[in-house]
């Protein structure tokens, strides 16, 4: 009966965690997530990422989306995902605008996140993960929410 009872627990957290993963709103257009940042004051936070590939990405998706402070964080920013998975399904559409923002926003490695002012104008950057500590990208954030709402 113990074991039913740790093992329906454990189960619990998992899906605790995934509902605050989908808690967060990433866009996959950037001019759409543009607009929005525009018309809402936000800054935009396009994160690269190998989603399916890079360890330090699957870590970030893993543990970084699913902390508190982040998912409130980011509902004051416009979250722009950026993925070149290589397992994934992606339509050749979506990777052409992906290979595009790359060029123009991030000459790197995965995972970065790249903030930009509401017009497009880069506030700063941050590159690589530190495995089970999210609170240098945390910080990144309200570095960023704090630069536009001054």
């Known amino acids: ?7 329906m627990a454990f189960l619990s957290i998992g899906l605790i965690s995934a509902q ?5 709103n990433w866009h996959t257009d950037f001019k759409k997530a543009q607009n929005i940042a ?9 994160l690269f990422t ?11 998706h893993r543990d970084l989306f699913s902390n508190r402070e982040f998912i409130d964080l980011s509902k004051k920013v416009v979250l722009v ?3 070149f998975p290589r397992r994934k399904p992606m339509s050749e559409a979506q990777r052409l ?3 595009n923002l790359a060029r123009k926003f991030h000459q790197g490695g995965v995972p970065t996140f790249v903030a930009l002012t509401p017009d497009g104008k880069l506030i700063d950057k941050i590159s690589g993960y530190m495995f089970g500590h ?3 990208d945390i910080d ?6 704090k630069s536009v709402n001054k």
């Open 140 to 145: 990144f954030f309200k570095k960023v929410i």
């Open 20 to 24: 605050d993963h989908e808690a967060l």
């Open 38 to 46: 525009q018309k809402e004051h936000k800054p935009i936070v396009l």
């Open 50 to 60: 190998g989603s399916d590939w890079c360890p330090p990405c699957m870590a970030m």
């Open 81 to 83: 995902m950026v993925d």
């Open 1 to 7: 009966m113990k074991k039913i009872l740790i093992l």
């Open 134 to 136: 999210p609170e240098r």
């Open 97 to 99: 605008k992906n290979s």
